[in-house]
C-alpha cells in the first residue's frame, strides 16, 4: 500500500515513538500548567491591580477638576492633586514624548478599566523602564495616566518562566533516557541478528530491559545456540565424510600405479578422476569453513591479483591495474576467492581471461572477464546456490560450490559480488569490498 506524505514524518522507531510521545505528553502539561498559572495567579492580580488604579482614578476626579490661574490646563490641575507621586498626567503630546506609542493594548484589561471607571477607557502597558500602566480615563479622554509599579517588573514573571523551562528540561531529557534504556536491548539484539546472518554466533545476550524484551532475548538465545549447534553437527559430518572418502581413494590410486604398461591408458583415467574427487572434496572442506578471518588488516588488491596470475604462471590472463585503494580483509580469503574466479574463467573461457582493479568513494574492487559463452541472465543468481552448476553452455564439471564459497567469503566481509555477461560475450565478474579504516 502506497504511503502519503504525512506518514513520511512521523516516526517509525519505536525509540523515536517513545521520545515523541513524551515530549508531546509533557508540552501538553506545561501548556496546561502555564494556562493555570496565568489564569488562576497572574489574571487575578493584574485584574487587582486594575480595580486599585480605577479606585485612585475616581478619587481623582470625584471633587472634580479646579482649572484657573494657578492651573492654566487641565494636565496640570490634575498633577497637583496627585500625592507622592503614584500617578503622572500627560496630554496627547507629552504622552507620545514619554512612549506611549511603543506599549501595549491590552483588551481585557481596557473592558475591566471601562467598568471600573463607567466610561470607555482604554489600559495599555509598556516594560522598557519599569512596568507602567497608561490609562486614558473617560472622564478625561484627551490626557493619559501613567502608573509606575516599581515594585512588580517584567523579573517578577521569570521564576515561573524558569520554573516551566527547567522542568520541561528535565522531564524530555528523563524521557529521553527511559527511551533510550528501553531501546538498547532492542539495538544489542538487532547487532546479533545480523552477526548471526553472517555465520557469527555471538555470547547470549544479557536478558536486560522490559519483560517482553527479556522473552525475546531468551527466545533469540536459544535460536542462536541451536542454529550455532547445527553448524558445527553439519561441518562435523561433512568433514567426516571428506575425510573418509579419501581413505578409499588412496588406496585405488596406489592400486593403479602397479597396474602394468599396457593398461596405462586405464591407469591415467582413473588418476584423472581421482584428482577430479580430491578436487571436489577440497571444495566441500572450503565450503563448511567459517571463513571468519579474525586477521582483517589492509589489504593491497592489486598486490594479491599480480600474486595470483604469477601464481598461475599463464601468459594469457591480461591485466589492467587502476589506481586502487586498501581494502578491509583477510589476504589468504580474498586470494582464494580470485583463485576460484580465474579457475571459472579458465575452465568456461575460450583461452582469454582479464583481471582489472580499481576504487570508489566507499571501497575498492576488481572484475574477472572471461571470452566463454555467458549464462543466460536468469540464471546469474541461481548460480550463488550451493551444488548449482549454470548450462550445458558453461559446462558441468566441478562440484557447484564455487560461486558459493565465493558468496559466503565476500558476504562476511560486507562487500558485493556480481555477474554479468559481456557485450563482446563471456562472463564478467566484480567483487566489491569496503575500504580500510583504522577504526575497522
Known sequence: ???????????????????????????INQLVSYLTVTIYFIKPSYQQINQLIARQINLLFADGVDIGREHLTLVDALNAKVHGGEMQIFNQKQAREAGIDDTTYYGFLSSQMSEYLGGAAEVRISQHHGLQIWIKPPQAPSVWIQVPLDGWNEEALSPLNLYLIVIGALSVAGGWWFARQQ???LRRLRHAALGVSRGEYPAPLPLAGSSEIMEVTNTFNQMAASMKQLEQDRALLMAGISHDLRTPLTRIRLASEMMSEQDAYLRDGIVNDIEDMDAIINQFIAYIRNDRQQDRSAVDINAIIQEVAHAENRTDIALQLGDCCQVNASAVAIKRVLSNLVENARRYGNGWIQISSGSDEDGGYFIVEDNGPGIPPEQVEQLFQPFTQGDTARGSMGSGLGLAIIRRIVARHQGRVELSNRPQGGLCAKVWLPQWAPAS
Open 1 to 27: 500500500m502506497k504511503r502519503r506524505w504525512w506518514q513520511y514524518l512521523l516516526p517509525r522507531s519505536a525509540f523515536s515513538q517513545t521520545v515523541t510521545l513524551i515530549a508531546c505528553l509533557l508540552l
Open 183 to 185: 531501546n538498547r536491548p
